[in-house]
């Protein structure tokens, strides 16, 4: 917080900060309607000192998930782009995060400006802004909005949303149909159509609802919605991240109807989740090698990979074998959507389930990442677990990932916490040999097989994750372990 004088008395100004990927806060708290207000000012303020008077005019799309106040939130944002002479395409609460950002390239937009907290539990909701490539904005563009949001709310501009539809500053629009024609030039779905495939689709309450089933209509295939009415408290779960215990109820409603596989998408439908057909979860890294292998060994594609170093090693392995480059970066798409943009990139990808495509927009999308992964069971007739067994075959067997999220005890822990692990430099992590540090985002230690360790704080919660990959199956827990002991982790 910072204080400003206002008259007799001193109000204390809300510091809005953007994370891994955009803003978020606890509705009511950190996220009220004042402070949205002048967090899109400071977008507005940035988009006028990033175009020309003509370029402003191509606008700005604006939508929303299905959170609590969605509705008037995205109207809020949509006032105050308005308020600053900037037209928006204006589509509204409940729209997939994918099909917000496939709407910049296909309406011409400079911009985007996204209401939602993706997977955050049910008391938050955030703000997310995406360029005119539909990708994250990277983070000195972040830095120059952040500078920008005023203090005061006398400094917002703003026009009544009935007011500016009536001088066509905001007009609606339906994103649906050209997102739709743009999946189907991206995959055939005929094959999926007609397969015969038994699919349950957890939409976990969120804005992907209905719209796998909607694409996949008209065939044999048969698509069983669960999680797909509005409910912004999200039962069944803790949040709707596409990762265990809140996929629990999803993968135990594919093993009751006796379906081939689960798919997948958290509360925005960016990020894809898996499941097999014995209830078992695929993570997030097998999920992107699996797909790796998809482009690479079933579709002959080729091009350059983009991971986070939170990411899979089986994709460095992967490139190897079909001779392709692989590119690390930082955690989150604004480090990975420039980098994908700047080397042409086959597919780009992170830990938490969100992955980006060739010929598409540089921004997760979990409606067509689950597309993919049924292509892939039809293309090669194999199952989730078969399936696994060629990757593996592929790069020299299983790997195994686990993380752990503690929420941080204070702010103090957090610099103590870094106070400690830029002193460590461990000779062994889980019985493994460590052979060297990398402290590009967070603290990443490497191991004699291999794997991995990091251990990092989050750019969206008050959280410090401690995540490891290794071939040793036998060795996860005692690497976690040993990264909550380097953390000081009790």
Request: with cysteine; aromatic share 8%.
């Given at each position: 917080?910072?204080?400003?004088?206002?008259?007799?008395?001193?109000?204390?100004?809300?510091?809005?900060?953007?994370?891994?990927?955009?803003?978020?806060?606890?509705?009511?708290?950190?996220?009220?309607?004042?402070?949205?207000?002048?967090?899109?000012?400071?977008?507005?303020?940035?988009?006028?000192?990033?175009?020309?008077?003509?370029?402003?005019?191509?606008?700005?799309?604006?939508?929303?998930?299905?959170?609590?106040?969605?509705?008037?939130?995205?109207?809020?944002?949509?006032?105050?782009?308005?308020?600053?002479?900037?037209?928006?395409?204006?589509?509204?609460?409940?729209?997939?995060?994918?099909?917000?950002?496939?709407?910049?390239?296909?309406?011409?937009?400079?911009?985007?400006?996204?209401?939602?907290?993706?997977?955050?539990?049910?008391?938050?909701?955030?703000?997310?802004?995406?360029?005119?490539?539909?990708?994250?904005?990277?983070?000195?563009?972040?830095?120059?909005?952040?500078?920008?949001?005023?203090?005061?709310?006398?400094?917002?501009?703003?026009?009544?949303?009935?007011?500016?539809?009536?001088?066509?500053?905001?007009?609606?629009?339906?994103?649906?149909?050209?997102?739709?024609?743009?999946?189907?030039r991206l995959i055939d779905l005929r094959p999926i159509r007609d397969a015969g495939l038994r699919v349950v689709v957890d939409n976990m309450w969120g804005n992907g609802a209905g719209w796998l089933s909607e694409l996949l209509a008209g065939g044999a295939t048969e698509v069983i919605d669960i999680h797909a009415e509005r409910n912004p408290i999200f039962p069944e779960m803790d949040r709707p991240e596409p990762i265990p215990p809140n996929v629990d109820a999803g993968l135990a409603a594919g093993v009751r109807h006796q379906a081939d596989c689960v798919c997948i998408m958290d509360g925005d439908a960016d990020r894809c989740g898996f499941?097999?057909?014995?209830?078992?979860?695929?993570?997030?890294?097998?999920?992107?090698?699996?797909?790796?292998?998809?482009?690479?060994?079933?579709?002959?594609?080729?091009?350059?990979?983009?991971?986070?170093?939170?990411?899979?090693?089986?994709?460095?392995?992967?490139?190897?074998?079909?001779?392709?480059?692989?590119?690390?970066?930082?955690?989150?798409?604004?480090?990975?959507?420039?980098?994908?943009?700047?080397?042409?990139?086959?597919?780009?990808?992170?830990?938490?389930?969100?992955?980006?495509?060739?010929?598409?927009?540089?921004?997760?999308?979990?409606?067509?990442?689950?597309?993919?992964?049924?292509?892939?069971?039809?293309?090669?007739?194999?199952?989730?677990?078969?399936?696994?067994?060629?990757?593996?075959?592929?790069?020299?067997?299983?790997?195994?990932?686990?993380?752990?999220?503690?929420?941080?005890?204070?702010?103090?822990?957090?610099?103590?916490?870094?106070?400690?692990?830029?002193?460590?430099?461990?000779?062994?992590?889980?019985?493994?040999?460590?052979?060297?540090?990398?402290?590009?985002?967070?603290?990443?230690?490497?191991?004699?097989?291999?794997?991995?360790?990091?251990?990092?704080?989050?750019?969206?919660?008050?959280?410090?994750?401690?995540?490891?990959?290794?071939?040793?199956?036998?060795?996860?827990?005692?690497?976690?372990?040993?990264?909550?002991?380097?953390?000081?982790?009790?």
């Amino acid at each position: 917080m910072e204080t400003r004088k206002t008259g007799k008395h001193t109000a204390m100004t809300y510091k809005i900060k953007f994370g891994t990927d955009g803003w978020r806060a606890k509705i009511a708290d950190g996220y009220t309607f004042e402070n949205l207000r002048r967090c899109t000012q400071g977008f507005a303020r940035y988009l006028v000192q990033m175009h020309d008077v003509e370029q402003l005019q191509r606008g700005v799309v604006v939508g929303g998930d299905k959170r609590f106040g969605a509705e008037d939130f995205c109207k809020i944002v949509a006032e105050v782009l308005a308020g600053n002479d900037i037209p928006v395409h204006f589509t509204g609460a409940g729209t997939p995060t994918p099909a917000i950002s496939y709407s910049v390239i296909e309406r011409g937009a400079i911009a985007a400006a996204n209401i939602t907290a993706s997977h955050n539990p049910s008391a938050d909701n955030g703000f997310k802004v995406r360029d005119a490539n539909g990708g994250a904005i990277d983070p000195h563009g972040l830095d120059i909005i952040e500078s920008a949001i005023p203090d005061s709310i006398d400094e917002v501009k703003q026009l009544d949303f009935d007011e500016a539809v009536r001088r066509g500053l905001i007009q609606h629009f339906d994103p649906k149909p050209a997102y739709y024609q743009q999946v189907e030039r991206l995959i055939d779905l005929r094959p999926i159509r007609d397969a015969g495939l038994r699919v349950v689709v957890d939409n976990m309450w969120g804005n992907g609802a209905g719209w796998l089933s909607e694409l996949l209509a008209g065939g044999a295939t048969e698509v069983i919605d669960i999680h797909a009415e509005r409910n912004p408290i999200f039962p069944e779960m803790d949040r709707p991240e596409p990762i265990p215990p809140n996929v629990d109820a999803g993968l135990a409603a594919g093993v009751r109807h006796q379906a081939d596989c689960v798919c997948i998408m958290d509360g925005d439908a960016d990020r894809c989740g898996f499941g097999d057909e014995h209830g078992n979860f695929v993570d997030q890294l097998r999920v992107f090698g699996l797909l790796g292998m998809y482009f690479l060994d079933v579709r002959g594609a080729r091009g350059p990979i983009v991971k986070t170093l939170s990411s899979t090693g089986m994709l460095d392995k992967l490139g190897q074998r079909f001779d392709v480059p692989v590119y690390q970066t930082g955690v989150g798409f604004k480090y990975i959507a420039p980098k994908m943009i700047e080397i042409d990139a086959l597919i780009g990808g992170e830990e938490s389930g969100g992955y980006a495509f060739h010929g598409h927009v540089p921004e997760r999308d979990g409606i067509l990442a689950n597309l993919f992964l049924l292509d892939l069971m039809v293309q090669t007739g194999l199952k989730p677990p078969q399936l696994l067994e060629r990757l593996f075959d592929m790069v020299g067997g299983p790997h195994y990932y686990d993380r752990i999220d503690t929420r941080l005890p204070s702010n103090a822990f957090k610099t103590e916490a870094k106070v400690r692990l830029d002193a460590v430099q461990p000779d062994y992590i889980g019985g493994l040999r460590c052979i060297s540090k990398v402290t590009v985002d967070g603290y990443k230690f490497n191991l004699e097989d291999g794997g991995w360790l990091l251990i990092r704080f989050s750019g969206t919660e008050p959280l410090i994750r401690v995540y490891c990959e290794t071939v040793h199956g036998d060795k996860v827990a005692s690497i976690l372990a040993d990264g909550k002991k380097l953390a000081g982790i009790a």
